[in-house]
């Protein structure tokens, strides 16, 4: 078992990496004490996969579960369900101490953080990542939020998690397609801060494809503790630092929300993203062409799309316009000047940025 500590002073949790059978999470729940009634935000087809084990380690603990399915997809971060969620819980927040877990990626683990900040002003809840996203990136860091239909995560808060418990097991059962899109992510952390971990993915991509467990663990450990770094210094996106994190966002989310959250899966938008972040670096002659094409390359490597299917470039350019990082009707976005290292800007041509994501709109 290996961990990470996140370390907000009264916010503070541990990031627990395992491939146990959840007794470490059972070892961790008994120490923080969070509750009598563990509300389990899932879907069927997680459910069906882990549900049983995971009722079994709380009732080890007396706790008693208490299982809401949602849609499995982006479509479980809408203003309904949410609303659906809320009103289940409180017809059963009677007379008792309730805590949420999430249990799933990151559609459910935002789902459930946000729910966690806003009921009764805020409960206790956990993050069980069962995707490699999840489990490098988005369950960690307290941000959380659901959708309109115009954008994502346009309603949020920030809320930290009293634990994040990342089981390799629960991934093993995941479509490559879903490994691949947790990959971008790593991939991230290592464009914007560790050549290190950039060079550990590139030379073994083929073992983490296979899901090698000392491989897996690796990459999710190091993820974990960039994005735990960062969180420290810039939990609430003050300083500037926490925007690094949106390398390949920006251009990515547009891709996603253009494509309805359907044809593009979040990994694969923000490998798209970060191509056309470093394009236009690039462009500027910020970022030299052999630089360009490791990030490139890489992403092949990974078998990650360089580019979207052809589709309506207006929506795509709609989405980018809305998005929330805009500052004084300035788009913040964050650049690449070499491997490990990135700075965020706001002075970018629009007509360089519907370039570039013009070239990556297939034909």
Known sequence: MNQV???????????????????SLSKKLGQLNLGTDAIIITNSRIRALFAKRLQEALSKLKIIPHIFNVPDSEKSKSISEYVGIISRISAIDTKKRIFLIALGGGVIGDLTGFIAATYKRGISYIQIPTTLLGQIDSSIGGKTAIDLPTGKNLIGAFYQPKLVYSNINLIKSL??????????????????????????????HKKILDLNNTCLSYIIKASSAIKARIVENDETETTGLRTILNFGHTIGHAFETAEGYSNLNHGEAISIGMICAGEIAHSMGILPSLELKRIIDILKLLKLPQEANKGDLKAVLNAFLRDKKFINGHIRMVLPSRIGHVFVTENISYNLIKTVIKKRMAR
């Open 5 to 23: 500590k996140v370390n907000l002073s009264d916010r503070s949790y541990r990031i627990v990496i395992a491939d146990d059978d959840f007794q």
């Open 175 to 204: 479509p490559a397609r879903q490994i691949r899109s947790g990959l971008a992510e790593a991939v991230k952390y290592g464009i914007i801060v560790d050549p290190k971990l950039f060079k550990f993915i590139k030379n073994n």
